[in-house]
């Protein structure tokens, strides 16, 4: 399912257990044939990424289905879900979490590797010097989506 909010365009994957894949695009990809569950968390997912993006949502509460990832990777997801909207952490905090407190590398390459990004709050990780670095590559249009998002929240904490 293809999303537009402002000049942020994602596209939303799912399957019957939940949403697999949320991934920043350029433009609408072809929609393979969907099952009836597909559709349901594709359009609790857009009404609660609506919601989000309107200020209106502190919590995700669509089902997600992680089909992919090494099991220190999803430790360092399931980590990412711990963080309260409007707040942030960075690398170590969730090395700890993840019980590796020496992993800080390997938490960005699982922040990297996300492949949910906003409701797994990647977005909410940063540099321990308060830097905005790790999202999308740290390619200058993914710094941009990482400000946005948590300027976005730190606007809207408290709602």
């Known amino acids: 399912m293809y999303l537009e909010f402002g000049a942020l365009k994602i596209w939303l994957t799912a399957d019957d257990i939940g949403i697999t894949r949320i991934d920043f695009v350029e433009e609408a990809i072809d929609q393979p044939e969907l099952s009836f569950l597909q559709k349901q968390h594709l359009e609790q997912a857009k009404k609660e990424l609506t919601a989000y993006f309107n200020g209106e949502l502190l919590t995700f509460t669509v089902p997600l289905h992680l089909t992919i990832g090494t099991t220190f990777q ?38 990297r590797n ?46």
């Open 74 to 111: 999803r430790k360092v997801w399931h980590a990412l879900q711990t963080i309260p909207y409007g707040e942030i952490r960075n690398y170590q905090e969730i090395a700890i979490l993840a019980d590796s407190p020496k992993a800080q590398r390997a938490v960005g390459q699982a922040n």
């Open 114 to 159: 996300n492949p949910i990004p906003i409701i797994i709050p990647c977005h909410r990780v940063i540099g321990k010097n308060g830097k905005l670095v790790g999202y999308s590559g740290n390619s200058p249009e993914g710094i941009a989506i990482k400000r946005r998002l948590l300027s976005l929240e730190k606007n809207k904490k408290g709602l």
